[in-house]
């Protein structure tokens, strides 16, 4: 079974941009996690998807923000890039069953720089 | 809130020498715990859980227990090759935030570099 994939695997921005970085989560699962890691503030978790409805949300401001599809995929966006903006995205799947606490399945990430 | 705190490292030991990693953690509830490993380059791979208290989990000759009464997660390896060496993630599920299937709280990482 294929595992998570992220796309793009590198990005480059500069300041002011937008981005959208895209996730594919392994076949079957159904929940979508993104998760921020950065060298300073370690990885932080960004916000969670379930049947296309946002159901966690960390503590990051309005301009990062998610969707998605009725396949389960999941795009996120940050708008307006700032230059702590740069990080490495990880996306995680997992099966969501009813009453269970279900592992979560990473992708490789998305590595963003912003100039 | 729920947290974790594990050793920071870098922590450098020779091939077949014995690894410990300390993880403890504050949490409300029962949640579940994990260690996660990171290789340069890439992504978070699951290494190893536990769901319940006094659980122990295992792979690849990792280990480890979770400790309810001193709510720790310790990762040991009897004999560390070079291909371990990584940053290794200590984690918990955060069933408290917003019931639903909660979401990840790592621990800062610890970096391990095993010399031949």
């Known amino acids: 079974k294929a595992g998570v994939t992220q796309t793009p695997r590198y990005l480059i921005k500069t300041r002011g941009q937008q981005v959208t970085l895209s996730c594919s989560p392994i076949?079957?699962?159904?929940?979508v996690s993104w998760y921020q890691q950065t060298p300073g503030q370690g990885l932080q978790f960004l916000f969670e998807?379930?049947?296309?409805?946002?159901?966690n949300k960390g503590n990051f401001p309005g301009r990062f923000s998610g969707r998605q599809f009725s396949n389960s995929r999941s795009e996120m966006n940050v708008s307006t890039l700032e230059l702590g903006d740069s990080a490495l995205y990880l996306c995680?799947?997992?099966?969501?069953?009813?009453?269970?606490?279900?592992?979560?399945?990473f992708g490789p990430g998305t590595r963003l720089t912003v100039l | 809130g729920n947290s974790v705190t594990q050793m920071e490292g870098p922590v450098t030991l020779s091939e077949e020498a014995f690894l410990t990693i300390n993880c403890t953690y504050t949490a409300t509830g029962y949640p579940s715990l994990f260690w996660y490993v990171q290789y340069p380059g890439e992504g978070l791979q699951l290494l190893l859980k536990a769901t319940k208290a006094d659980d122990k989990g295992s792979n690849k000759g990792f280990e480890a227990t979770y400790r309810k009464e001193t709510t720790s997660f310790h990762l040991e390896k009897g004999s560390v090759q070079v291909s371990d060496s990584a940053v290794y993630f200590c984690a918990l599920n955060d069933m408290n935030y917003g019931g639903s299937q909660g979401n990840l709280i790592f621990g800062k990482g610890t970096k391990l570099s095993v010399k031949p």
């Open positions: 076949s079957g699962h159904r929940s």
């Open positions: 998807y379930f049947s296309e409805t946002q159901r």
């Open positions: 995680a799947s997992s099966l969501a069953s009813a009453g269970g606490t279900d592992t979560q399945y």
